[in-house]
């Protein structure tokens, strides 16, 4: 498999890991994945104009060495740079292989804090197997709090009354929340897993 653009050497899948930049890297070292796609929907005069695309992988290895590969089409005015829509449908094709590739690796990194701390770490938050996630100093109980997700975070709240509810749905006050960019597969699948979490 090989990933080239314009903008960047070849990256190279091998064997059991890959070549980049004239360096070569193992699957075993990847330990963590931060992967962002966006549409962005552009307007003038509130007319919509455009719609650019864009993706963001960052590859986070054991050294904590980041390989950061990314592709925006909105750094051209009100248009569309077509040129970057394969470059970013092959980064979107190599983040999923990369994914899959590395998921129990990856996973070992939590399930190895859940054995030594009885609990694990991810954005800042603590989340504690079939009881509850401590953002900062504040808990949130799994079976007395409300969590939502949207796009690229899952925010938390304690359930409450119908103004709390409706205060929560127009976000017109900033939410404890956890972004869910980096290792997406992992942390969702430990929130379902550990925390009986999940959506549709």
Same mark, same amino acid.
């Given at each position: 498999?090989?990933?080239?653009?314009?903008?960047?050497?070849?990256?190279?899948?091998?064997?059991?890991?890959?070549?980049?930049?004239?360096?070569?890297?193992?699957?075993?070292?990847?330990?963590?994945?931060?992967?962002?796609?966006?549409?962005?929907?552009?307007?003038?005069?509130?007319?919509?104009?455009?719609?650019?695309?864009?993706?963001?992988?960052?590859?986070?290895?054991?050294?904590?060495?980041?390989?950061?590969?990314?592709?925006? %089409?909105? =750094?051209?005015?009100?248009?569309?740079? $077509? *040129?970057?829509?394969? &470059?970013?449908?092959?980064?979107? /094709? @190599?983040?999923?292989?990369?994914?899959?590739?590395?998921?129990?690796?990856?996973?070992?990194?939590?399930?190895?804090?859940?054995?030594?701390?009885?609990?694990?770490?991810?954005?800042?938050?603590?989340?504690?197997?079939?009881?509850?996630?401590?953002?900062?100093?504040?808990?949130?109980?799994?079976?007395?709090?409300?969590?939502?997700?949207?796009?690229?975070?899952?925010?938390?709240?304690?359930?409450?009354?119908?103004?709390?509810?409706?205060?929560? %749905?127009? =976000?017109?006050?900033?939410?404890?929340? $956890? *972004?869910?960019?980096? &290792?997406?597969?992992?942390?969702? /699948? @430990?929130?379902?897993?550990?925390?009986?979490?999940?959506?549709?």
């Amino acid at each position: 498999m090989l990933f080239e653009t314009d903008r960047y050497n070849a990256f190279q899948i091998t064997a059991d890991g890959f070549n980049y930049n004239g360096s070569s890297y193992l699957f075993d070292e990847i330990s963590h994945l931060f992967f962002s796609h966006v549409l962005t929907t552009q307007r003038l005069n509130f007319v919509k104009v455009g719609q650019p695309e864009s993706a963001y992988l960052h590859i986070i290895l054991s050294s904590h060495k980041k390989l950061k590969l990314s592709f925006d %089409e909105s =750094s051209f005015f009100m248009g569309l740079n $077509f *040129n970057k829509k394969k &470059d970013i449908k092959n980064l979107v /094709y @190599l983040y999923a292989f990369l994914a899959k590739k590395t998921f129990a690796n990856r996973l070992e990194h939590y399930l190895r804090q859940i054995s030594e701390n009885g609990y694990f770490v991810y954005d800042d938050c603590r989340f504690y197997p079939n009881n509850k996630i401590v953002f900062r100093k504040k808990e949130f109980p799994v079976k007395s709090s409300s969590f939502m997700k949207r796009c690229g975070y899952v925010g938390m709240r304690p359930k409450s009354g119908i103004v709390d509810k409706i205060i929560w %749905e127009m =976000s017109i006050i900033n939410l404890p929340q $956890f *972004n869910t960019e980096t &290792d997406h597969d992992i942390i969702f /699948y @430990l929130l379902e897993k550990y925390l009986g979490l999940k959506w549709s």
